[in-house]
């Protein structure tokens, strides 16, 4: 059962531009929604987190929007650079102190091109 | 800082062998999770301790897959008569506390490859 449905699988957007990826929930339980980067070969690391009292969280060129009614939030990569080429997870977890795991996407492979 | 730790980075083993992947999760950190990632897809949730507690294995495929974390710190995730479909990425993280908004923090992982 996949809780948390990804898309697109992959993504190329010319530098400059701007990335979207989008990502759909189930659970309403859910209560942080977090994106990870990940590099090849490396671990996944926390790129943006929001929780669902808000609709919008902007860091730097990295904005997520949540839609609470509709069970979806997306990541925006403003102004893309071939630094960002990575693969984009989103994640979700149920505020349950005790087991606070992670209920991945299926990821995003982002590529930029010049 | 040093951040979250696993070895071996790689892993190669015949079908049938028994392995052992260890984790040095962040010094100080209460939560400890395993994560097994296949080719192509997200992490999925394996196990969790807090501290030398395994709280949740739900996630663990079956009962050749096993987990601890006797003093807390360190953690090793045992595979016992490893099958092919068990290739995949094994990754740890930690967090501080484990509370809602904690980040977790992966490490590298430890890729296994069952031949």
């Known amino acids: 059962q996949q809780q948390v449905k990804q898309s697109p699988q992959s993504l190329i957007v010319q530098k400059g531009g701007i990335s979207i990826i989008n990502c759909a929930y189930e659970n309403t339980a859910f209560d942080y929604f977090p994106w990870y980067q990940q590099f090849p070969g490396k671990g996944p690391a926390l790129l943006i987190a929001?929780?669902?009292?808000?609709s919008e969280k902007k860091e730097g060129r990295f904005t997520i929007s949540f839609n609470k009614s509709a069970k979806q939030f997306s990541l925006h990569i403003m102004d893309s650079q071939p630094g960002d080429s990575a693969t984009y997870f989103c994640?979700?977890?149920?505020?349950?102190?005790?087991?606070?795991?992670?209920?991945f996407g299926t990821g995003t492979r982002l590529t930029i091109i010049p | 800082g040093a951040g979250v730790s696993q070895s071996p980075r790689y892993k190669v083993a015949k079908r049938g062998q028994d392995v052992a992947l260890r984790c040095d999760p962040i010094s100080g950190h209460v939560s400890l999770f395993w994560y097994q990632q296949a080719l192509g897809q997200g992490p999925e949730f394996l196990t969790y301790f807090q501290n030398e507690a395994q709280l949740d294995k739900s996630g663990l495929p079956s009962d050749r897959f096993f987990a601890e974390r006797p003093e807390g710190s360190v953690s090793t995730l045992k595979i016992q008569r490893t099958q092919q479909e068990d290739s995949a990425v094994y990754l740890c993280a930690s967090s501080l506390e484990g509370v809602v908004a904690d980040t977790q923090y992966f490490g590298p992982g430890t890729r296994l490859t069952v031949l």
């Open positions: 929001i929780r669902p009292d808000v």
């Open positions: 994640a979700a977890r149920v505020a349950n102190f005790g087991n606070e795991k992670l209920t």
